[in-house]
């Protein structure tokens, strides 16, 4: 089993910068992935971002390129995400997930953390 603690959602005001925390815990030597996603209330959640574990490879979706950034700590089992240039249509709740070796979707979750952008 693997255990997500995400940290540093809040308030910001739009063009402002916030950096999410997901620690990861357990058995985290079988992570083939880590990443964010988002939902918005009424909405599916949807991709973020991601960060191969092995390579360090990324990918993001169309709407955050150019202002957020996933990075990681390896010997802390820790991804980021640095989100600036903060747009209102960014607020959401954001949620770190694991995807372990062999798995075919993202197969572990955070418990989300709130980030609201005010206009």
């Known amino acids: 089993q693997v255990q997500l603690a995400e940290s540093g959602g809040g308030l910001v005001q739009d063009g402002g910068s916030l950096r999410l925390s997901c620690a990861a815990s357990g058995r985290t030597f079988r992570t083939y992935a880590m990443g964010w996603h988002r939902q918005i209330p009424g909405k599916e959640r949807g991709f973020v971002a991601a960060?191969?574990?092995?390579?360090?490879?990324?990918e993001y979706a169309d709407s955050v390129k150019g202002r957020f950034s996933i990075s990681r700590s390896i010997a802390a089992n820790t991804v980021y995400l640095q989100m600036n240039s903060l747009k209102p249509e960014d607020t959401a709740v954001y949620y770190c997930?694991?995807?372990?070796?062999?798995?075919?979707?993202?197969?572990?979750w955070g418990q989300g953390t709130q980030v609201t952008v005010s206009s």
């Open positions: 997930a694991l995807q372990s070796i062999g798995a075919d979707r993202w197969n572990y």
């Open positions: 960060m191969r574990w092995g390579g360090g490879s990324t």
